[in-house]
């Protein structure tokens, strides 16, 4: 089936500094990403639609400075962390959509844990 | 505004048992709804779409409009089964999914 790859699975950083996040579908391409955001022991928050080509979509109360997307190819999205701040260590969980698909399903990555100092 | 209600954070139940996970949403367009899971270290993964009706590791889910539900039903529970389990809701051509908050399945033997 699908693979989506995260890569780093884990990052620890330093207060101030910025971390950037790759999500590539690996078998498929993907026009649109999603990055969401879980906390411990909660649900999935969407943060942000990623479009190839294009602005992301950022939903409500996300900053879009501090996190910013880039989908340059039908492969590959980036999430960074801009100044990250310890508020920011989460677990971060990227998922596209095939493209060659009309299943409607998204496949996820393995997810990358922020851990800000 | 959408919204994916799971009323259970936690579901205990013994082998052999039946499980069924509640989902109910808010939407007041037509929704694509799905079931979601996560096993022990493993990443997110579908588990059914209400559009193919079908059966799953013996899991099923019908959706109900009258009632805006979407409950995940299996009449014997497995070991295996032990999982966290998101129901999820699309709004958009595009899979924008909303997550409901999950249950954590635990089938003890």
């Known amino acids: 089936g699908a693979v989506v790859s995260q890569h780093p699975s884990r990052v620890i950083c330093k207060s101030g500094t910025s971390v950037k996040i790759e999500c590539r579908s690996l078998d498929f391409q993907a026009t649109t990403m999603f990055w969401y955001r879980q906390f411990p022991k909660q649900s999935l928050m969407l943060m942000a639609t990623?479009?190839?080509?294009?602005?992301?979509?950022?939903e409500q109360g996300v900053e879009k400075d501090k996190f910013l997307i880039n989908h340059a190819s039908l492969t590959l999205s980036t999430l960074t962390v801009t100044s990250a701040h310890p508020e920011d260590s989460s677990f971060y969980i990227c998922?596209?959509?095939?493209?060659?698909?009309?299943?409607?399903?998204?496949?996820f990555g393995e997810g990358s844990r922020l851990t800000v100092l | 505004a959408q919204r994916v209600t799971q009323p259970e954070k936690l579901l205990s139940v013994f082998k052999g048992a039946p499980v069924e996970l509640k989902c109910n949403y808010s939407?007041?367009?037509?929704?694509?709804l799905f079931w979601y899971v996560q096993y022990s270290r493993q990443r997110l993964q579908l588990l059914l779409r209400?559009?193919s009706r079908e059966s799953i590791k013996g899991f099923t889910a019908d959706l109900n409009k009258g009632e805006t539900s979407f409950h995940l039903k299996k009449p014997f529970a497995q070991e295996e089964d032990s999982a966290m389990y998101y129901c999820?809701?699309?709004?958009?051509?595009?899979?924008?999914?909303?997550f409901g908050a999950g249950t954590q399945v635990v089938v003890t033997p």
């Open positions: 998922s596209a959509r095939d493209s060659g698909q009309h299943t409607g399903e998204l496949f």
């Open positions: 999820a809701l699309s709004t958009d051509s595009w899979g924008k999914l909303q």
């Open positions: 209400h559009i």
């Open positions: 990623s479009n190839e080509g294009s602005k992301a979509t950022y």
């Open positions: 939407y007041s367009g037509s929704p694509e």
